[in-house]
C-alpha cells in the first residue's frame, strides 16, 4: 500500500496538534510497513513567525530533539510555501510583506534559497499554488490512495486524485465551526465542503466532529469514519523546577493550546479568579500563542489577578516536557475541540486534566474531569478539589496515565489502512 | 426437608446535591432526586411486591413466610415521600408471617471503622423496627453482607441476636453446602446463615437474561432445583435486593407471575417449606464451624470491600470521615450528627468506584454520578463544610441533645405533618 499524503506542518515545524497527529499516524504506518510520501509547504524564513523565532532561540539542540526515529517508508517532499495552518488571510498578507522586505534584505541568500519563487498574493491562491505544485510532484510519484489532512490540502487532494484516479481520503481534524466559531469565513467553509463532497472516504477524529460534519457540511454519514487519535510516548526526562519565578510549594495550574477563541481562554482565566478567591498558594500558567494572547493578559490584569497568570509564550520539544513536569493540573476549556491531543500529553506525564465536554478527547478518556466550557463556577471547584485532595490527582494521574497508555497511533494507522482496503475495493 | 428462607433487603441511599467547595450552607441532600428516586421505586416495586407478597400470604394462610431488611435512610424516605408503602409494610408486619432483620440504621461501613458507632446504629435500628412494626428483631445482616470473625464475635456480645448472615461465599465454604446451619469461628451461641448464592442469583441477576441456557425461568423449574437440597442440607437461602421485583427486572420480564407461582411449586413437594431465618435456626443446630478472618461481602465477583474502598479516594474520603467522629461527638448538635451519619451510608463510597467504570457497568447503573471523580469530589466538598460546622457547633452549644431523631409509629397513620419525626426524650 503506498499512500500520497498530503500535510500542512510537520515536527519541529508545528503550531497545534495537526502537526503531531501527522507525525503520529504516519510513524505508525511506518511500522505497519504502509509507504508514505508526504507532502508539505515549507518557508524558510517562516523563521519570523512567532513561534520558529523560539526555535531560532532556543538553538539547535531543540531541533535535534525532534529527530524523527528513522522512518523507513515515509518520504517527505516539500513545497515552499509560506501556508500556516492556524493561519488567517490578515497574518498570511503581513507574513508575505515580511518575506518579501526580508528577501530584498538578504537577496544573495534568499535567491540562493528559492531561486526564482513565486509567493502568491494572498491565501487563496496560495492553497490553489500548493495543490498545482502538489500534482505536479504526484506525476513522478506511484501511489494507491490520496489522502488529505485539513481544509488547505484539500484542492490539492481532489487535483491529484482526479488526475492519478486514485481514491481520495480527507481527513477532518478540525473545521472553520471549530475555529471562528459561528463567523465562519466563507471561501474556507467552500473548500472545507468541496473536499467533504469529493472525497471517497472522510475521517474524522472524533464523534463531535463527524457529527459537526453531517449537519453542517451535509455530508453523508455513510462515508464518515472515525478515527481517534493516538498518543506518542515520550518518556520524558527528569526536569528540576528552573528559574521560573514558581516556588516549589506553590501549585501549577497549566493552559497549554493556542490562545485563541476556539481553546476558551476566557473561561480558564475566570476560573482562575474563583480559584485565587479559595486558595492562594497557585500560580496560573498559559502555555501557546495566538489572536487572543493580548485580550488575555489584558483580561488577567483587569481581573487583577495578574500576579497570579504567567504567560510562557508557545513552547516546543523539551520545554513543553518541562512545564508539565511542574504542572499540578492541565486545563482545556475548550469551546469546540474536534479532538485534543494536549490532554492525553499530559496524561502521559502524570498530569491530571480537566476537559470540556465538548471536545473529540472527551469521547476516549474516562479518567478525566469533564466540564462544560461554559461553566466557570464547576471549572473552578474542580481545580480546587485536585489541587486540595492529594487522592483525587493521584487517582485521576495514575488511571489516566494507564488509559493513555492503550491510545495507541498504531490503531489508528490500522484504522485508516483498513479505510483504504475499503475505499479502493469501492473504485 | 428443604426450607426456603427468603430475605429482601430494601434500601436507597440519600443522595447528595450538587455541593461545590464555594456552596456554605448545609443542605446536603438532593430532595427532589431522592424523593422522584423514592417515588419512582416505590409505584416499579415496592408498592406492586408488597402487594403480591400479602396477597400470597393470605392465600397460603401461614405457609408462606418472609423476612425484610429495612434500612434507616430508606425508612426515613418512605415516612417523607411514600407513606403509603410503609402501611403496606406494616400489614406485612401484621400478618406474622414477616420477619424484620436487624443492621446498621444508616447502611452504613461503620463496623470498619468505629464499634461504638456501629453499635449506636445498630441500636438505633432496632429501636426503629420496634416502633414500627412491633417485633425486636434477633437476626443481623452487615451492609452488603460485609462479615468476618470479629464481626461475629461483636453481635454475638452484643446480647440482642441469635444469629448472623453472610455471603455464602465458595473460599470460605471449603467444598462445603451453604445449605447448612453453620457457627461463626469463636461464638459460643450465634448462628450462621449463608446466602445460596447460585439460586439467588438466578432469580436476582439471571433472570431476564436471555443468553442464559436455563432462561426462561420458570416456577416450576427453580422449585426443582429447591427440591434437590433435600438430602443435602435443610435451607436454601434466598437473600437478595428487594428492587429485584420491577426495577432490576421490569415486570415485563414477568419476575411478578414467577414469585406468585413459586409457593405453589414449593410446597407441592411435601418436605418442603418457607421459614423467616429465625425458624430456620430454631430448628436446626450448626453442623459445623466456618472461619472467616478476611472480610467478605456479596459484592461483584471478588466478594470483598473493593466496590467501596478499592481506590485511594475511597479509602481517603471514609478515612477523614470517621476522623471527624470524635469532633462530631464533642460539639453536640444533633443536626451536624444526622449529617455525619447520613455520609457514612455505603453508597457514597460506591459511587467513587473505578473498578469496573472504564467499562460501564451494574456499578454505572446505581450511580447519579457522571464518574467516580464528580462524586468523590461532592462528598469531599461536603465533608469540608460538616468539618467546619463542627468547630463552630463545638464553640456554642455544650448542652444539644445527641442523635435522638425517631420514626415512630405514630407517624403512619397519616397525619404526619412537616415534622415527621417524633422525638422521644
Known amino acids: 500500500m503506498r499512500v500520497f499524503m498530503l500535510g500542512w506542518e510537520f515536527p519541529p515545524f508545528i503550531s497545534g496538534g495537526l502537526g503531531t497527529a501527522c507525525y503520529g499516524l504516519t510513524k505508525a504506518m511506518d511500522h505497519l510497513g504502509i509507504e508514505v510520501t508526504f507532502v508539505l509547504p515549507t518557508m524558510l524564513e517562516s523563521a519570523h513567525d512567532s513561534h520558529v523565532k523560539l526555535l531560532a532561540a532556543g538553538s539547535h539542540g531543540q531541533t535535534a530533539a525532534f529527530k524523527f526515529d528513522p522512518l523507513k517508508n515515509v518520504m517527505f517532499r516539500t513545497i515552499n510555501s509560506p501556508l500556516q495552518p492556524y493561519s488567517t488571510p490578515d497574518v498570511y498578507q503581513r507574513q508575505i510583506e515580511e518575506t518579501l522586505r526580508l528577501k530584498q534584505k538578504n537577496c544573495g541568500l534568499a535567491s540562493q534559497l528559492f531561486g526564482a519563487v513565486d509567493y502568491s498574493g494572498d491565501m487563496y491562491s496560495e492553497v490553489y499554488r500548493y495543490a498545482a505544485v502538489a500534482a505536479q510532484l504526484a506525476e513522478d510519484e506511484q501511489f494507491d490512495i490520496v489522502h488529505a489532512h485539513d481544509w488547505i490540502t484539500y484542492p490539492a487532494g481532489i487535483l491529484v486524485a482526479k488526475m492519478s484516479g486514485k481514491p481520495l481520503i480527507v481527513h477532518v481534524h478540525s473545521t472553520e465551526f471549530d475555529r471562528s466559531g459561528e463567523h465562519v469565513n466563507q471561501m474556507i467553509y467552500d473548500i472545507e465542503r468541496e473536499g467533504m463532497h469529493a472525497a471517497d472516504r472522510v475521517i474524522t477524529v472524533s464523534h463531535f466532529t463527524r457529527n459537526n460534519i453531517i449537519s453542517r457540511y451535509g455530508v453523508s454519514g455513510e462515508k464518515v469514519e472515525v478515527v481517534h487519535n493516538g498518543v506518542q510516548r515520550n518518556g520524558g526526562g527528569g526536569w528540576a523546577l528552573a528559574e521560573s519565578g514558581i516556588d516549589k510549594d506553590e501549585k501549577i495550574v497549566l493552559f497549554l493550546g493556542r490562545i485563541t477563541m476556539q481553546k476558551g481562554p476566557e473561561y480558564f482565566l475566570a476560573a482562575a479568579k474563583k480559584v485565587l478567591e479559595k486558595l492562594d498558594n497557585v500560580k496560573f500558567v498559559m502555555t501557546g500563542s495566538g489572536d487572543m494572547m493580548h485580550r488575555a493578559v489584558e483580561m488577567a490584569a483587569g481581573l487583577g489577578i495578574g500576579h497570579k497568570v504567567l504567560f510562557t509564550g508557545f513552547l516546543r520539544g523539551q520545554d513543553v516536557q518541562k512545564i508539565y513536569k511542574m504542572a499540578d493540573l492541565y486545563v482545556m476549556p475548550s469551546v469546540s475541540e474536534p479532538f485534543g491531543i494536549a490532554p492525553l500529553e499530559a496524561l502521559e506525564n502524570n498530569v491530571p486534566v480537566i476537559i470540556s465536554k465538548q471536545s473529540g478527547v472527551s469521547e476516549v478518556l474516562k479518567h478525566a474531569l469533564k466540564v462544560d466550557f461554559w461553566d466557570v463556577d464547576e471549572i473552578a471547584n474542580k481545580i480546587v478539589a485536585v489541587l486540595e485532595y492529594p487522592a483525587l490527582q493521584e487517582t485521576l494521574a495514575n488511571y489516566g496515565n494507564f488509559e493513555v497508555r492503550r491510545l495507541r497511533w498504531e490503531d489508528s494507522a490500522r484504522k485508516c489502512a483498513r479505510i483504504y482496503e475499503e475505499a479502493l475495493v469501492a473504485v | ?425
Not at chain 2, 401 to 417: E, F, P, S, V, W
Request: with cysteine; hydrophobic share 35%.
Open chain 2, 1 to 425: 426437608m428443604a426450607s426456603v428462607c427468603f430475605y429482601f433487603q430494601v434500601h436507597q441511599p440519600l443522595r447528595l446535591r450538587h455541593y461545590t467547595v464555594f456552596d456554605k450552607d448545609d443542605r446536603y441532600f438532593d430532595d427532589y432526586k431522592n424523593s422522584s428516586i423514592c417515588r419512582k421505586v416505590a409505584n416499579k416495586c415496592y408498592l406492586p411486591a408488597n402487594r403480591l407478597l400479602l396477597d400470597i400470604i393470605r392465600r397460603y394462610e401461614g405457609r408462606f413466610r418472609i423476612a425484610y431488611s429495612l434500612t434507616g435512610v430508606l425508612l426515613e424516605q418512605l415516612l417523607s415521600f411514600a407513606p403509603e408503602v410503609l402501611s403496606t409494610f406494616d400489614a406485612l408486619a401484621e400478618t406474622g408471617c414477616v420477619e424484620f432483620l436487624a443492621e446498621t440504621y444508616y447502611h452504613s461501613l461503620s463496623f470498619l471503622y468505629s464499634r461504638d458507632e456501629f453499635i449506636e446504629q445498630v441500636n438505633k435500628h432496632i429501636e426503629t423496627i420496634e416502633n414500627l412494626f412491633g417485633q425486636k428483631p434477633r437476626v443481623f445482616r452487615n451492609t452488603e453482607l460485609i462479615y468476618n470473625n470479629d464481626l461475629a464475635a461483636l453481635v454475638e456480645s452484643m446480647g440482642n441476636f441469635d444469629a448472623i448472615m453472610t455471603e455464602g461465599a465458595d473460599h470460605i465454604l471449603d467444598f462445603r453446602s451453604p445449605n447448612f446451619i453453620y457457627r461463626p469461628n469463636g461464638c459460643s451461641k450465634l448462628k450462621l446463615l449463608l446466602k445460596n448464592y447460585s439460586l439467588s442469583d438466578d432469580i436476582a441477576f439471571r433472570f431476564s437474561n436471555r443468553a442464559w441456557s436455563e432462561w426462561p425461568l420458570t416456577a416450576e423449574k427453580f422449585a426443582r432445583w429447591i427440591s434437590r437440597a433435600n438430602g443435602n442440607g435443610y435451607v436454601v437461602n434466598l437473600f437478595m435486593d428487594y428492587e429485584t421485583f420491577g426495577e432490576h427486572q421490569w415486570k415485563d420480564t414477568g419476575i411478578f407471575d414467577f414469585m406468585r407461582h413459586l409457593p405453589e411449586h414449593v410446597l407441592k413437594h411435601p418436605d418442603n417449606d418457607f421459614k423467616t431465618p429465625s425458624e430456620v435456626i430454631q430448628c436446626y443446630e450448626p453442623v459445623d464451624t466456618v472461619d472467616v478472618p478476611h472480610l467478605i461481602s456479596w459484592a461483584d465477583i471478588e466478594r470483598d470491600l473493593s466496590a467501596w474502598l478499592g481506590n485511594a479516594m475511597q479509602s481517603n474520603a471514609i478515612h477523614e470521615l470517621y476522623r471527624l467522629e470524635k469532633e462530631v461527638k464533642k460539639a453536640g448538635n444533633e443536626k451536624v450528627i444526622t449529617d455525619w451519619r447520613k455520609l457514612q451510608t455505603s453508597d457514597h463510597f460506591y459511587y467513587m468506584c473505578t473498578k469496573y467504570f472504564a467499562d460501564g457497568d451494574v456499578h454505572k447503573y446505581f450511580n447519579p454520578y457522571d464518574s467516580p471523580y464528580d462524586s468523590y469530589i461532592n462528598f469531599m466538598n461536603v465533608l469540608g463544610n460538616l468539618s467546619s460546622r463542627c468547630s463552630s457547633h463545638a464553640a456554642l452549644d455544650k448542652t444539644n441533645i445527641a442523635d435522638r431523631t425517631m420514626i415512630h409509629k405514630n407517624d403512619l397513620t397519616g397525619q404526619a405533618t412537616e415534622s415527621t419525626f417524633c422525638r422521644l426524650s
